[in-house]
């Protein structure tokens, strides 16, 4: 079974508020026969859209595959928060790479972050861009956590854009019962992800790239030149770039040892009106301290967007009862509410929580794996990969040269053992340790 295809339509975008609140683009015509180009991009989020535009933008002629919709993955379902950093802290950086390459590693993350904002100013892209991202705790010990790495971020990296909140004022800004304290990270921002993913498309077919949707990839065949084969045509290209993150599948066995698909949800309530301040009573998204993430923010309708929950199966679960349980942990007032949309999406995940970007093979690049961080992360891997196709490959060897480890019990035996870790930190988090 395909993920591309287990719980979804073909051609059609899942029924999310996103796709409600976006206009698409006319069709981009499949691609048929036999098509030259100097780079073929497989997958059409914001890593396929991002490397595409910015090769177009350099002259190359570059194909992109899309099997679905441009935006239709991970980059147009999840919950928009486009956040400052890595992945992985930098306390766990420093640890693992060293104080100089952390600090290399946090700057490329700020070129990420700055790289959305110049794309969204220069294209016109109208995708609600605002200021904004907290994390919050439920444990007093996990706040003081979170206030230690924002003075870490301040005395270290000179990163003074976050406010400290404790549990009075936090209850402020965010009245649920189950928070004691926080931080908000005011240069991170958070933004409607499929007017963006629509916004990149549209740039880049502006630029010139050839943009071919129901054009599903069966095979990637190296050479010179390398061939890309979709059920109904080829491209012949110099240079390949794999951009299928969650949903690449078998393409290529090496990427799928560090890359592990998830599934993650999102519900969206009716309009709240008055009763948004009982979840917010300002203009930014929240994150969570949990082992498994709870994110949320207010629509510009005042629908609370709330995501949480994971399976690691094709099929996903009743998404409403899944993402109900932690909703209402966190806003028990909202039990009265109704949830007019629900959907799920996949995503890749790695063993370190960093990006999986690497060389495959003689000039095929690929770069996934962002495990929730992708909005910034997923738009500069892009932009590093087109860079590196021009022989500028600092960035790209710079992120590449982070570990990702393999997972254990390799393509079959890595889910189960995932399961069972999530269900102890799942655990963890209810007891509080």
């Known amino acids: 079974m395909d993920l591309l295809f287990a719980n979804d339509r073909r051609g059609e975008y899942p029924e999310s508020w996103y796709a409600a609140t976006a206009e698409p683009l006319a069709r981009f015509a499949p691609l048929k026969g036999t098509r030259k180009a100097d780079v073929c991009v497989v997958g059409g989020g914001y890593t396929g859209l991002s490397a595409a535009l910015h090769l177009a933008e350099a002259g190359r002629d570059v194909v992109l595959l899309e099997a679905q919709r441009v935006g239709f993955g991970a980059s147009g379902r999840n919950g928009g928060q486009l956040g400052s950093g890595q992945r992985a802290d930098q306390l ?27 794309l969204i100013a220069r294209h016109n892209i109208e995708c609600g861009l605002k200021p904004g991202v907290a994390w919050t705790a439920s444990s007093d010990r996990d706040v003081h956590e979170l206030h230690d790495y924002a003075e870490h971020l301040s005395s270290r990296y000179g990163y003074d854009a976050i406010e400290v909140h404790g549990r009075e004022s936090w209850q402020g800004i965010c009245p649920s019962p189950d928070y004691r304290g926080g931080i908000v990270d005011m240069d991170a921002g958070h933004l409607h992800p499929l007017r963006f993913a629509l916004g990149l498309a549209r740039a880049a077919r502006d630029a010139g790239a050839s943009i071919c949707e129901g054009s599903h990839v069966t095979g990637v065949e190296p050479g010179t030149p390398n061939r890309v084969v979709t059920e109904d045509g080829v491209v012949e290209a110099e240079h390949v770039i794999l951009a299928g993150n969650g949903y690449l599948g078998g393409l290529q066995p090496e990427v799928a040892r560090r890359v592990m698909p998830i599934n993650n949800f999102i519900v969206a309530t009716e309009p709240l009106g008055d009763r948004a301040a009982e979840v917010m009573t300002r203009d930014i998204a929240v994150a969570d301290a949990r082992f498994v993430v709870n994110y949320f923010r207010l629509s510009h309708d005042k629908r609370l967007l709330f995501g949480g929950g994971e399976s690691y199966g094709y099929r996903f679960p009743d998404i409403r009862r899944t993402v109900s349980k932690p909703m209402l942990k966190v806003f028990p007032s909202l039990r009265d509410v109704r949830l007019d949309y629900a959907w799920g999406g996949t995503l890749g995940i790695t063993m370190s929580r960093m990006p999986h970007l690497c060389r495959p093979a003689p000039r095929i690049l690929s770069a996934g794996g962002y495990s929730g961080h992708g909005v910034g992360t997923a738009v500069h891997a892009g932009q590093l990969m087109a860079r590196a196709v021009a022989g500028e490959t600092d960035g790209f060897d710079a992120m590449a040269a982070v570990s990702t480890p393999t997972f254990p019990g390799g393509a079959r035996g890595r889910t189960p053992l995932l399961a069972l870790a999530m269900t102890w930190y799942a655990m963890r988090d209810r007891l509080g340790f």
């Open 92 to 118: 766990k950086l420093e640890k693992s790479v060293g104080e100089a390459d952390a600090r290399r590693l946090w700057e490329l993350a700020e070129e990420a972050k700055g790289l959305v904002k110049e």
